[in-house]
């Protein structure tokens, strides 16, 4: 793909990472404007990467587990893709675009309990990863859920008549 560097000795589940350039020119917009928080703004940058990356992961781990061989896990400023095998299934293909949203609800949902039951929101650079990586991902795996076209939702939620259908079948 266009505008993207491939992250040659990184790979997750197998999948080759790459960066597009527009992230790689946030990422030092953000280093710039907190440089008299140079904690935060590491903690900042790893938080709103790594949740694009967390959620792309999550397609990666489902797709090799349901026996597709990851291929690419490309990362940009506003949103990622995974790219895998084709599994000929397509409820494997339901369930890894349930993937995503499930990795991201493995990681926000404790952060967001921490949040709100301990003290770890007076630490300047943990609140990063607590918004991002909690708050914000809830945000955004709810927006990912939608049934539209181009979102996750518009594949998963496909899953659930066919685990009806074939639970109605197993008890007739």
């Known amino acids: ?8 000795a990184v790979r ?10 527009s992230a790689l020119v946030v990422m030092g917009g953000l280093l710039a404007a907190s440089i008299e ?13 790594g ?4 959620h ?11 026996g597709a061989r990851p291929l690419n896990i490309y990362l940009g400023f506003v949103h990622g893709l995974c790219e895998y095998q084709s599994t000929g299934s397509q409820r494997a293909e339901c369930a890894i675009a349930w993937g995503g949203v499930l990795a991201q609800l493995l ?10 039951t301990t003290s770890i929101m007076n630490s300047p650079a943990l609140v990063p990863v607590v918004g991002f990586l909690g708050y914000f991902s809830l945000f955004i795996a709810g927006m990912n859920l939608i ?3 181009g979102l996750d939702g518009g594949i998963a939620w496909r899953l659930l008549p066919m685990l009806y259908k074939g639970k109605s079948k197993s008890t007739n």
């Open 51 to 54: 949740l694009i990356l967390l």
């Open 1 to 8: 793909m266009k505008g993207y560097t491939s992250l040659r």
């Open 107 to 116: 990681v926000a949902i404790p952060l967001v309990v921490l949040g709100q």
């Open 56 to 66: 792309e992961a999550g397609h990666a781990w489902v797709a090799r587990v349901l």
């Open 147 to 149: 049934p539209a076209k």
């Open 12 to 21: 997750i589940f197998g999948a080759q990472i790459h960066v597009h350039w």
């Open 37 to 49: 928080e140079p904690l935060a703004g590491a903690t900042t940058i790893c938080s709103y990467f």
